[in-house]
């Protein structure tokens, strides 16, 4: 069984916009929003085996943010440049390399790939997954490289403001 959540960076700061995109960080709702969505996570009893994000800095500041509050070293972060900008096979490619050692595996990358990549895989169908947003992903399968088109199903979809 394997467990993939794909979580949306949280929201990034425009206040400079002579900063390259690569390098917007989170803005003031984004660094509140990302500690609590790890907490919620951290209270369903939920901890990464595995964190992989895209290099741009609001990417792996939230990864860095979920990693601190799930007891996951950030030195751990595997950072994949794939993940920037990336379409649905991009994302496909990257977890179906990821190995078979991991069952619950933390994907933190942008949109519109991650929404159109759980649209391809998960029965849980999203027009957006908004920042922050975490859309839990199982397959009952034992090896990554099989993960498919409709292959998984939803075990949960949460976002900063649902409640």
């Keep these: 069984m394997k467990q993939l959540f794909l979580i949306r960076h949280a929201k990034s700061s425009w206040d400079h916009p002579d900063l390259d995109d690569y390098q917007r960080p989170l803005n003031k709702r984004g660094n509140k929003d990302a500690p609590e969505m790890a907490k919620r996570i951290k209270k369903a009893g939920i901890f990464p085996e595995l964190i992989i994000s895209s290099p741009a800095?609001?990417?792996?500041?939230?990864?860095?943010?979920?990693?601190?509050?799930?007891?996951?070293?950030?030195y751990d972060i595997v950072l994949k440049d794939?993940?920037?900008?990336?379409g649905i096979r991009d994302i496909e490619?990257?977890?179906?390399?990821?190995?078979?050692?991991y069952s619950k595996v933390f994907i933190v990358g942008h949109n519109p790939g991650l929404t159109l990549?759980?649209?391809?895989?998960?029965?849980?169908k999203l027009e957006n997954i908004p920042t922050c947003g975490i859309s839990a992903v199982y397959f009952n399968l034992t090896e990554w490289r099989?993960?498919?088109?409709?292959?998984?199903?939803?075990?949960?979809?949460?976002?900063?403001?649902r409640i």
């Design 57 to 74: 800095l609001r990417a792996f500041t939230t990864a860095k943010i979920f990693a601190a509050a799930l007891d996951y070293s950030e």
């Design 82 to 86: 794939q993940l920037y900008e990336a």
């Design 93 to 101: 490619e990257v977890v179906k390399s990821i190995s078979d050692e």
């Design 117 to 124: 990549f759980n649209n391809e895989i998960c029965d849980l």
């Design 146 to 161: 099989k993960v498919s088109a409709e292959a998984g199903r939803s075990l949960f979809y949460d976002y900063p403001k």
